[in-house]
C-alpha cells in the first residue's frame, strides 16, 4: 500500500495538475499506480541525470589523468602552482554554488542545457592551453558551470521520488561519480597510447572527454522534465498523480522560494552536522580524483599502468554506493551505514599512512581500495540522509546550499595535501584523510542517536506513526508532530 489508503481510483478519474489542491488536498493513489510513475521517472528521468554527473565528474575530474600523462611538465608548473590550477576550480565552484537557486526559478530543460554546453567547452578548451594561466581560466569556468548541476541534481530528483525511494536513485546518481572516475582512468589509459607528433596525449584527454557533454546537451533539451506536473511523457491524469503521490500542492506553477523555510534549513543544527560530515567526506573525494593516479604511480607503475590501475578501485566502490543504498532504503539506518563504511575509509588512509616501506605495494594497493571504497558510500548516504529529513522544497534547497558551499571547502586542504615532494609515501595527506574519515564515523553515530531520540520523543508526546504515511508538511515542515526522522 502507498502513501494513502488503496483505492480503485483511475487514471481518467483524476483531476488535472492545475486543480490539485483547489477544494480537496488528497486523492488517493493505489501501490500499482504509484508504481508505474515511478518506473516512468526511473527510465526517463534518472537515466539523463546520472549521464550528466558522470560528464560532469569525467570533466572535472580528468585533470589528475592528464597530471600522469606529463601536464605539469609540458607547462612547467611546480607543486604549488598546480596547487593553485586545482584550486581553481574549487574557489569558483564554491562562490557560485548559490546558483543551485535557479533549479526552482528556471525550467530545468533549459537552464542545464546551457550549463552543459558551458561546461563541455570549457573541459575541451583546456586540451588547447599553452601555459599555468590559460589552463587556471579553463578551470575557473569549468568550476562557474558545474556549481549549480553538482549541488542541485540530487534535489532535483528529490522533487521525482518519495523520502523511502530517494536514497537508492541519489545513490545511484551520486555514485556516478567513481563511475566517471573509473571511466576517466580506462579511457586515459587508451587515450595515452595516442602517439602524435605534434600533440600531447593530455591534450587528447581534454577533447575528447569534453566533447560528449555538449553533445548530450541536444538531449537534455529535448527530453529532461522540469517536474513532475510538466512531464512530457506522462499523461495528464498521470501528472497529477505524480504530483499527488508527493504531498505537494500545484507543482505545475512556477516555483518560488519560501522564506520561512529557508531560514529554516539555514538555522538547524542537522544541516550543519550534515555539512560537517561532507567536509570530512569531500577531502577524499576531491583528493582521490585529483591526486589517486599519481599516489599509485609512484608504487613503482609506470604512467600508463597507473591510469588503468586507478578504475577498478572507483568501479567496486560504485557497487557499494548502490548496496548501501539499497540497504539503506529497505532497512533505514542511514546513520549507521555512513559510519561502517567511514571506518573502513579510516582503515585505508591508516594503511596508507602507516606502511613506509615503497616495496610493500600489496598492502598500500589495499589501502587505496578500502579508502575508495569507503568515502564514496558515506559521501551518497549522508546528502541523500540530509534531503530526507528536510521538510518542504525550500528547506531542503537550502540544506543542500550549506552543505554545498560550506562542505565543499575541504577541496582547497586536499589540493595541496599530496605534493611530488612528499612522494611516493604521502604521509600527510593520507594522515589528513585518515583523521577526517574518522570524524565523519563520530558525528553520524551522534546524529543518528539524536534523531532516534526525537523519534521517541515524539512518539511519547503525539503517539506513533505509520512510516507508510505521507505527511503534508507544506506549512510546519518536519516540525510538524507527525513527522518522523529517517535514520
Known sequence: MSAVKESSLHLEDVKSPQDVGKNDRTIEVSATEEAFIRK?????VLPIVCILYVLSYLDRGNIGNAKTAGLDTDLGISDSQWAWVLNAFYICYVLFEWTTVFWKLFPAHIYVTALCICWGAAAMCAGAVNNMAELIVCRCLLGVFEAAF???????????????ELGFRVSILLGMSPVANCFASSLAYGITHIRHSSL????????????PTVLFAIVV?????????TAKFLSESEQTIAVERLQTVDRTAKNR????????GLSDYKNYVHTLIHFCCNFSF????NFLPTIIQHMGYTSINAQGLSAPPYFVSFLF???AAIFSDRYGRRGLVIVFFSTVGMIGYLLLATVQDENKVGPRYLGVWLATCGVFPALCINITWLLNNQGGDSKKGAGMALL????????????TAFPDSEGPIYIRGCAIGCALTGCIAIMALGLYLKLNHENKKRDRLYGPVDDNVHIDVTEDGDANPRFRYLV
Not at 533539451?221 to 506536473?229: A, E, N, T, V
Open 404 to 415: 554545498a558551499v560550506f562542505g565543499q571547502c575541504s577541496s582547497f586542504v586536499s589540493s
Open 286 to 289: 576531491a583528493g582521490l580524483s
Open 221 to 229: 533539451f529535448f527530453f529532461l522534465p522540469d517536474s513532475p506536473g
Open 257 to 264: 522560494l519560501d522564506r520561512r523555510q529557508v531560514l529554516a
Open 200 to 211: 600531447e596525449s593530455w591534450r587528447f584527454l581534454f577533447i575528447i572527454e569534453g566533447a
Open 321 to 323: 554506493c548502490v548496496a
Open 150 to 164: 553538482g549541488a542541485g541534481a540530487p534535489y532535483f530528483l528529490s522533487l521525482f521520488y518519495q523520502r523511502r
Open 40 to 44: 516512468k521517472f526511473d527510465r526517463r
